[in-house]
């Protein structure tokens, strides 16, 4: 996505929504056939999302955009719950998901590759750190960072049964 239209919708809708008792997670616009606009989000009180949430944030981000209109094409609006494996965007989520496992993927080959599986040790200044499966310690620059998402383990569906993290 352009991060100009990336920042334009955010600086638009993420003021509402967290007026509303909400945070964005992420934004994504995906091209092909007709254009979608994708938003993840969560709750503030960190109870879990319901399809009502979802309802409400698409009311209230459709009357935003529909004023604005920073996307000049027609698109379908969907607003999701981040789920179990959730997407780690930014830098406070690696540092609220640590000691989960987590997937990698870095921008720039980095330790001879681009993705990584292991456990999350949360952020140590301008870096993420990780221990890999195989027991490398990797501090890996945030900025470098493509993608990323936890992987989903025991550990992580007992946090979600017990109601933390937003999961």
């Given at each position: 996505?352009?991060y100009?239209v ?10 509402s929504v ?24 969560e709750r ?13 944030i698409s ?5 935003l ?9 027609a698109y ?11 997407p780690?965007v ?19 080959v980095?330790e ?5 599986k292991g456990?999350?040790?949360?952020v ?23 993608s ?18 937003n999961?």
């Open positions: 996505m352009d100009s990336h920042d334009k919708i955010a600086s638009i809708i993420e003021p967290a007026a509303m008792g909400y945070a964005i997670v992420q934004i994504r616009l995906i091209e092909g056939g007709r254009m979608t606009l994708q938003i993840m989000a503030l009180d960190g109870v879990g999302m319901n399809v009502d949430d979802c309802a409400d009311r209230a981000v459709s009357a955009l529909d004023v604005e209109d920073p996307i000049t094409e379908n609006l969907e607003i999701s719950s981040p789920g179990i494996d959730r780690l930014k830098k406070m989520d690696f540092e609220r998901f640590a000691n989960y496992e987590v997937k990698l993927e870095t921008k720039i980095f001879s590759r681009k993705r990584f456990m999350l040790n949360g140590k200044g301008a870096d993420v750190l990780l221990t890999t499966e195989e027991g490398n310690q990797l501090a890996i620059p945030y900025d470098k960072i493509r990323a998402k936890l992987v989903i383990t025991d550990a992580l569906l007992k946090a979600a049964a017990a109601g933390r993290h999961v």
